[in-house]
């Protein structure tokens, strides 16, 4: 047996309201839209994770999700100016990656990163 996908769900009252971020943001393809439901998707080809934390690192929150993206500096600049919630500062962290966390249109803590 293999996993071969891994797909958080997150609720929401209106999934139409997750474009703002998830598309126009991030950059994510909407591959499904049956009104209740919507799925975003990249065309990179990635490995299904899980992780489970006890903190965030360097003392914060546990994100909700963590997004690895090509350039943190330009994601960062464009989530600051659409006038998203920055919650923890762009950063270079000791264990070797850049990012920052920002929330989500439902809440959620979204950990964007890059590593360096």
């Known amino acids: 047996m293999t996993v071969l996908r891994i797909i958080p769900n997150l609720a929401a009252a209106d999934p139409a309201t997750a474009r703002l971020f998830y598309h126009d943001l991030l950059g994510l393809n909407i591959v499904m839209d049956h009104g209740w439901i919507l799925t975003f998707a990249s065309e990179a080809a990635t490995v ?19 997004i690895e993206v090509d350039d943190v500096d330009t994601l960062y ?34 950990n964007i990163l890059s590593h360096r």
């Open 48 to 66: 299904p994770q899980i992780s489970v934390a006890s903190e965030g690192g360097s003392g914060t929150i546990v994100p909700d999700l963590s």
């Open 77 to 110: 600049q464009r989530a600051a100016s659409m006038g998203f919630s920055i919650l923890y500062d762009l950063t270079d962290e000791p264990w070797g990656v850049r990012r920052f966390y920002v929330r989500d249109p439902f809440g959620k803590v979204v």
